[in-house]
T-cell receptor, first 111, second 114 residues
Framework: LAKTTQPISMDSYEGQEVNITCSHN???????ITWYQQFPSQGPRFIIQ???TKVTNEVASLFIPADRKSSTLSLPRVSLSDTAVYYC????????????FGTGTRLTIIP | EAQVTQNPRYLITVTGKKLTVTCSQN?????MSWYRQDPGLGLRQIYY???????DKGDVPEGYKVSRKEKRNFPLILESPSPNQTSLYFC?????????????FGNGTRLTVT
């Protein structure tokens, strides 16, 4: 049973900000939300992780409201190279253990 | 360079012929895991290992075996491959007890079983 739910696909134009939402209604108290990016024929790579409020790094921002039932990955000023599949997963701070990635969101950037 | 290395990258085999896909990491990670990726189904976990000699089933373990005799290696074994195991396989590793330890993935092994 998937712990998170995301849109299957999204399209956006170059230069725009893209927000991908993730629903995790049953997130456990000890779980963190983590996002991965995957290009075709490559393994996923870590983008960002957070517990609540806002986290920002050089690649993206992650917004998690107080109830933690959802989160939003924000990609500023996307380019064609941001076309990829994005996975939202919840990870326990007791360790990775059994991790379910699901199908992710296929983001296509249009020139 | 810190990395997860899978071999081979591509493999074509016939039904029933035992095969092993190797996975090795040089980051001293306790946790290792195998995933398969199929169109429309995303990444599904096959097996994972929390440390040496400790392995457990993921979501789709049927038809696969693993072993963890050393910390750095986590081979995936298909005793009798079948066509429904044709897929793209990824190995991943991370530290065990830190939430702030992202998974590092290998470059994948594309397996075709005819």
């Amino acid at each position: 049973l998937a712990k998170t739910t995301q849109p299957i696909s999204m399209d956006s134009y170059e230069g725009q900000e893209v927000n991908i939402t993730c629903s995790h209604n049953n997130i456990a108290t000890n779980d963190y939300i983590t996002w991965y990016q995957q290009f075709p024929s490559q393994g996923p790579r870590f983008i960002i992780q957070g517990y609540k409020t806002k986290v920002t790094n050089e690649v993206a921002s992650l917004f998690i409201p107080a109830d933690r039932k959802s989160s939003t990955l924000s990609l500023p000023r996307v380019s064609l190279s941001d076309t990829a599949v994005y996975y939202c997963i919840s990870i326990s701070n007791f360790g990775n253990e059994k991790l379910t990635f699901g199908t992710g969101t296929r983001l296509t950037i249009i020139p | 360079e810190a990395q997860v290395t899978q071999n081979p990258r591509y493999l074509i085999t016939v039904t029933g012929k035992k095969l092993t896909v190797t996975c090795s990491q040089n980051m001293n990670h306790e946790y290792m895991s195998w995933y398969r990726q199929d169109p429309g189904l995303g990444l599904r976990q096959i097996y994972y290992s929390m440390n040496v000699e400790v392995t457990d089933k993921g979501d789709v373990p049927e038809g696969y075996k693993v072993s963890r005799k050393e910390k750095r290696n986590f081979p995936l074994i298909l005793e009798s491959p079948s066509p429904n195991q044709t897929s793209l396989y990824f190995c991943a590793s991370s530290f065990r007890d830190s939430y702030n330890s992202p998974l590092h993935f290998g470059n994948g092994t594309r397996l075709t079983v005819t």
